[in-house]
């Protein structure tokens, strides 16, 4: 049964009450990744002509975050990129080796310099409309629906809801993890880091049966964030994550001297439960409610992004938001696969990944984890990295998963 995030209760026992017309065609709860992508996917075509409306708690939105991702086609935020990588450093049994990126370019793109280039991109636009706010509810109708900011209700005859809820029902056969980090961007006085190679998902630290593993970002030859990231059901003390920063600065990396200059933290919920993406008649999920987080890494800046493209494309071609593509079943069962061995078996997650990276090209290990590789190469590229546990694993998700069906295709 899948999750509806306390939702339901809402639902159906308002919506016979919203009949009446919209203030707003269009009301995006949430002004984060998710919220301002659509709004500026929207204003990219026809909607531009539709009242938007975007409902934020937090008017001075800071530097919250640091997203990082790749690509091969430009996006609609590269103006906001900070820095691009060519190279990745990819360790595997032979140690740390520089794989060239080929078509692919890893970015990051500061939160500060994201939310300051999507507001700046709204303001072009006279039909779009901020309200800064507390959501306290989202009440679905038959021809609208009902955001109700500190007291005041606002009706859109769409409603996209990116605003967190807790999450009513975790007792699921599903797994429910956290992806929790803690960066440090640090510099040194001299040159230590290659500023044209990023690391991921580099495993030389104590996995403690968990899935474990760092990130560096280096943004010149002496300065760069590291960070580890932990994938499990708690997060750890502070001083857990600083002794795991200075173990593989010092011991790892060889970096004995640099200067502290900012610190990045975030815990992220991981689940395969398929989170509802429809919640009502008038009101579409968007963003990490509504499962864009991938969830065997934690990224979701370019999942965003293809979906702010789908759901315009379903408005325009059939009216209503609900015809965008749903994920390929296949990669939910393999996310599914991996999150069991995360929660069972962590530490086993290294040997895959590391095998995955010895044994592929790396232009087909980001299309895989971009969900687009063909059926061939995902046979090829699973065999390359599977073993008992992951087999075992596969058969306990087949018995919620119709896995037979879905690998035939
Ligand atoms: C610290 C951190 C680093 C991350 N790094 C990466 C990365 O490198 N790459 C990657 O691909 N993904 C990353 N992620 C994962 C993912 O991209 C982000 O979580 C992303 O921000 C999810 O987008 P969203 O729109 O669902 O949520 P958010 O961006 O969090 O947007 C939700 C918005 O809703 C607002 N809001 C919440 N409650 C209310 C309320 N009651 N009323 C009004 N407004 C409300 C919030 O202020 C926020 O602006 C990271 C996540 C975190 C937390």
């Keep these: 049964m899948s999750n509806e995030w306390g939702y339901s209760f809402l639902i159906s026992n308002f919506s016979f009450l919203i009949t009446m017309k919209p203030d707003h065609d269009i009301i995006i709860a949430g002004g984060g990744l998710s919220g301002l992508s659509l709004a500026c996917a929207m204003i990219r075509s026809p909607l531009r002509e539709r009242s938007i409306l975007i409902v934020e708690r937090d008017a001075q939105k800071g530097n919250d975050r640091t997203w990082g991702f790749w690509a091969k086609r430009p996006t609609l935020f590269d103006a906001a990129v900070s820095h691009t990588w060519e190279f990745l450093i990819s360790v595997g049994a032979e140690g740390p080796q520089r794989v060239s990126l080929g078509d692919y370019r890893y970015k990051v793109i500061r939160g500060l310099d994201f939310y300051d280039f999507a507001r700046r991109d709204l303001a072009t636009c006279p039909n779009i409309h901020f309200l800064y706010g507390n959501i306290e509810s989202v009440e679905d109708g038959r021809d609208a629906a009902c955001v109700t900011v500190d007291g005041q209700s606002v009706y859109g005859g769409w409603v996209f809801d990116s605003h967190p809820v807790p999450m009513s029902n975790t007792d699921t056969p599903y797994q ?27 495993f030389r630290t104590p996995q403690e049966q968990e899935m474990r593993f760092f990130y560096v970002l280096p943004f010149a030859d002496n300065r760069a964030l590291v960070e580890f990231t932990v994938f499990s059901k708690d997060v750890l003390r502070r001083s857990q994550y600083e002794e795991a920063l200075r173990h593989y600065l010092a011991d790892i990396l060889h970096v004995s001297q640099y200067r502290l200059i900012s610190e990045e ?131 306990q998700v087949a018995t919620h998963e119709n896995l037979l069906d879905i690998m035939k295709g």
């Design 176 to 202: 429910h993890l956290k992806m929790h980090f803690r960066g440090w961007e640090i510099e040194t006085p001299g040159p230590v880091f290659d500023p044209r190679a990023v690391t991921f998902l580099d």
């Design 265 to 395: 933290r975030g815990s992220v919920p991981i689940t395969d439960d398929p989170l509802l993406r429809k919640l009502g008649r008038r009101v579409m999920a968007i963003g990490a409610r509504a499962g864009r987080v991938k969830p065997s890494t934690g990224y979701a800046f370019m999942r965003v992004q293809k979906d702010s493209d789908e759901i315009v494309k379903s408005m325009l071609l059939y009216g209503s938001p609900f015809d965008a593509p749903d994920d390929p079943d296949l990669y939910d069962v393999l996310d599914a696969v991996l999150l069991k061995v995360m929660q069972e078996n962590g530490e086993h997650i290294k040997a895959a990944f590391t095998a995955m990276f010895e044994r592929n090209p790396i232009d087909l290990i980001l299309r895989f984890l971009d969900e687009e590789a063909t059926p061939a190469e995902n046979l090829g590229l699973i065999t390359s990295m599977s073993s008992s546990v992951f087999v075992k694993a596969a058969m």
